[in-house]
């Protein structure tokens, strides 16, 4: 299949992006065609700037120059720079494996000067564009996150948002939502008392410490807890059964809290198993 048909099939919603004025794109962690986004010539040049002709910038995903190591296909950090770099890669996040190397790869001849300054001024061309260097601190105002961050509005539209988007597997014989008569209930799970791990892997700027658990919840509704951890939170490994099993026995109904920790979702999180215990 040529480039051209390649486009034509598989890629149309990714031109449409670009023709309408997209300033930036970011690579993918994942392989295409055996070689990892990240280095891709054939995506990153090929097909991105001489084929769609797109001038703005290209910034890897978080710490994805570093991870070609992790794919293989490079041997070290300075590998890696050129790989990434003689694909197309003109910003990498986080890793700094070009901070690092770039500079000594273009001493060796391995990254070409005139390639290094165009990839430049694709970065100062949209910083240009964005009014930067005419008003460096121009997105910059303190007052707006003030009074924005944080802020009732925010935190309702929030909380609206995490209602609507809980999903009810199963709910048999309509045991939810619970009747009046259900005063106890017994908690089961590291995650029911976890104000941490109810914040997520990508929550910025959050005060974890004023996050409602579901323990608080339950107390700040007068209904009688019985909690048990009942698992390891690392491993998922079963813990305190007999404790677990006698707070069981003397709630009204039982809430089993088990799932992932803030620190295993998110990229690189993938599992080759996704049983809970």
């Not at 048909?5 to 149309?12: C, L, R």
């Not at 539209?157 to 005063?183: C, G, Q, W, Y």
Request: proline share 2%; net charge positive.
């Amino acid at each position: 299949m040529s480039i051209g048909q390649f486009a034509n099939y598989y890629m149309p919603p990714y031109e449409a992006a670009i023709k309408s004025g997209a300033a930036s794109i970011m690579s993918a962690f994942n392989d295409f065609n055996s070689v990892p986004c990240t280095s891709n010539k054939f995506l990153l040049t090929d097909l991105l700037r001489n084929r769609w002709g797109f001038k703005g910038i290209v910034i890897s995903d978080y710490n994805s120059v570093e991870e070609l190591i992790n794919h293989r296909i490079a041997k070290d950090k300075k590998d890696a720079a050129k790989l990434a770099f003689n694909a197309g890669l003109n910003i990498e996040m986080v890793s700094q494996c070009y901070l690092r190397h770039l500079k000594e790869l273009v001493k060796e001849g391995k990254v070409l000067e005139k390639d290094l300054n165009q990839a430049v001024r694709y970065i100062l061309e949209k910083k240009y564009e964005l009014g930067l260097f005419q008003d460096p601190y121009r997105f910059y105002d303190e007052n707006r996150s003030k009074r924005i961050i944080n802020s009732l509005k925010i935190r309702e539209t929030s909380r609206k948002m995490a209602e609507r988007s809980i999903v009810l597997l199963k709910n048999d014989n309509h045991i939810l939502p619970f009747n009046n008569e259900v005063r106890s209930i017994a908690l089961i799970g590291h995650l029911a008392k976890s104000q941490s791990d109810m914040a997520g892997a990508w929550a910025g700027n959050v005060n974890r410490s004023k996050i409602v658990t579901l323990y608080e919840a339950l107390r700040n509704n007068n209904i009688n807890i019985f909690y048990s951890e009942g698992y390891d939170k690392k491993t998922g490994k079963i813990t305190q059964l007999q404790t677990s099993l006698q707070a069981a026995q003397k709630a009204d109904a039982v809430i089993v809290c088990i799932g992932e920790l803030a620190e295993q979702s998110g990229e690189s999180k993938s599992k080759t198993n996704i049983e809970v215990i």
